[in-house]
């Protein structure tokens, strides 16, 4: 569970003996499951946590020009969360086998949360969750910037009156509704489009946001299945549930929004899913986890994607 007052515990816990139990009983911990309609195609494996990156993690990504070295939230929800570059060693068919040296800090990130994505023009987009300050928003960072360069409150433009975000992510080309961004809200599960527009200054403003629908779980990251991976004959998304312990598979409609009535697990018994990430090489899923050994857990199965970035140079606006 990461209802809010779960969340204000684990912030606070960032203590010796919650540093060790990451470090030592990651396997305790995560004994995560692929479900069993899936688990022919699919295999789930934990790579582990990441040498000096501040537990608790947050969202996830690759960075737009370098597909192998990752970005990462670490101290997630907290006043001194930052962003970090992690580098991967790659193996057979290019899949992932580890991490490269130790997490090097690359920018500010208070209060991240699932939600970090690149989007137009390579400026990062990073959902920020902060109980004790209820720092709700959204933040962007330009590239070649190491500061959040831009906050916007969401709550302000009617998303939810309850904390959020948790997560977000802009529709892949490709998909129904390229290009648009999705925001969910981690209370209430509730599912928003976000419409925006640049402001002249590099970074862009919410122009609007429009509810959608109610998923569940506690949603964090958000992952759209590439298109002709096994088992999702029809357009797809993936959704980390932090409440519930799970990734949720979803089925989207038109509008790249997930149907709740087409949900089915994924993978059951995690604890603390959180970040959601595709590997540009290969098509893998990674996500991160909040608490529950602090790691990066891989999927493998997915087809590669067509292009090696999910985010085009020019997205369509909403």
């Known amino acids: 569970m990461k209802e809010s007052q779960y969340k204000r ?52 990504t690759f960075k737009y020009d370098d597909p192998n070295t990752i970005i990462i939230g670490g101290a997630a929800n907290t006043a001194d969360g930052k962003l970090y570059f992690v580098g991967v060693v790659r193996g057979a068919g290019n899949h992932i086998t580890g991490f490269s040296g130790s997490a090097l800090l690359f920018a500010d990130g208070a209060y ?60 892949p080309a490709g998909f129904p509704g390229a290009g648009q961004l999705k925001v969910v809200s981690f209370d209430d599960s509730r599912w928003y489009t976000l419409g ?26 958000i992952f759209y299945v590439p298109a002709g991976s096994p088992l999702f004959t029809v357009p797809s998304v993936l959704v980390s ?6 990734i949720g598979a979803y089925v ?15 993978i059951t018994a995690l604890d603390g899913a959180e970040g959601a990430a595709i590997d540009p090489l290969t098509g893998d899923f990674l996500f991160s986890t909040f608490g529950g050994g602090n790691q990066i857990i891989l999927v493998q199965g997915f087809k590669k994607p067509l292009k090696n ?10």
Do not use: H
């Open 9 to 60: 515990m684990a912030t606070a816990g960032l203590t010796v003996l919650g540093v060790l139990l990451s470090c030592l009983l990651p396997a305790l911990v995560q004994p995560f499951t692929v479900d069993s309609y899936y688990a022919g195609s699919y295999s789930a494996s934990t790579l582990g946590s990441v040498t000096n990156l501040p537990p608790l993690y947050g969202g996830l």
């Open 112 to 171: 991240n949360d699932g939600g970090v994505v690149y989007g137009p023009n390579n400026v990062l987009f990073l959902a920020r969750w902060g109980d004790d300050v209820y720092a709700y928003d959204l933040g962007q960072t330009k590239a070649g910037s190491t500061i959040t360069d831009k906050k916007i409150d969401l709550n302000s433009l009617g998303v939810s009156p309850a904390p959020t975000p948790g997560g977000l992510m802009f529709v």
């Open 241 to 246: 549930e932090y409440s519930s312990g799970s």
């Open 309 to 318: 970035r999910l985010f085009l140079p020019t997205l369509l606006k909403p």
């Open 196 to 221: 925006y527009a640049p402001d002249g200054s590099g970074t862009y403003d919410i122009t609007s946001a429009t509810y959608q629908v109610t998923i569940t779980g506690g949603p964090e990251g």
């Open 252 to 266: 989207i409609d038109a509008n790249g929004d997930p149907i709740p009535g087409t949900r089915r697990d994924f």
